[in-house]
């Protein structure tokens, strides 16, 4: 019933993103989801991914009182299986996926479904 109010705030965030990086760096998902690629950007900024993610983060927040999420990893997939299964589960709500992380951390986490398209 207030679908508007989720566009507004969804074009928002948007927004944030833009501030640091360009739209053709910005692949949206679904309407509360996007992946960044930010590799262009992390000599710029002097930041490594994850302190870039957690910046936007913040600005998100500061921007909208909407608290958000992250998942960054070594490619879409990794970085998409850091946000579901890990970041929402973290204080901070930012998590970090390389090959080997994600056989130490997930190589045996179950249900498979809890997966991308699995």
Not at 42 to 48: C, S
Not at 62 to 83: D, E, M, R
């Given at each position: 019933p207030r679908m508007q109010l989720y566009i507004d705030y969804a074009a928002e965030i948007y927004g944030v993103y833009l501030k640091y990086i360009a739209k053709e760096d910005i692949q949206v998902y679904s309407i509360d989801e996007a992946?960044?690629?930010v590799t262009d950007y992390?000599?710029?900024?002097?930041?490594?991914a994850v302190e870039l993610g957690r910046k936007i983060m913040?600005?998100?927040?500061?921007?909208?009182?909407?608290?958000?999420?992250?998942?960054?990893?070594?490619?879409?997939?990794?970085?998409?299986?850091?946000?579901?299964?890990?970041a929402k589960h973290e204080t901070d709500r930012i998590a970090y996926l390389d090959e080997a992380r994600y056989r130490e951390k997930l190589w045996?986490?179950?249900p498979l479904t809890d997966f991308w398209r699995v």
């Open positions: 992946f960044l690629d992390l000599h710029l900024y002097q930041m490594t913040q600005d998100i927040l500061a921007t909208t009182k909407i608290p958000a999420a992250c998942g960054v990893g070594t490619n879409l997939y990794l970085a998409k299986v850091a946000l579901d299964i890990m045996k986490h179950k």
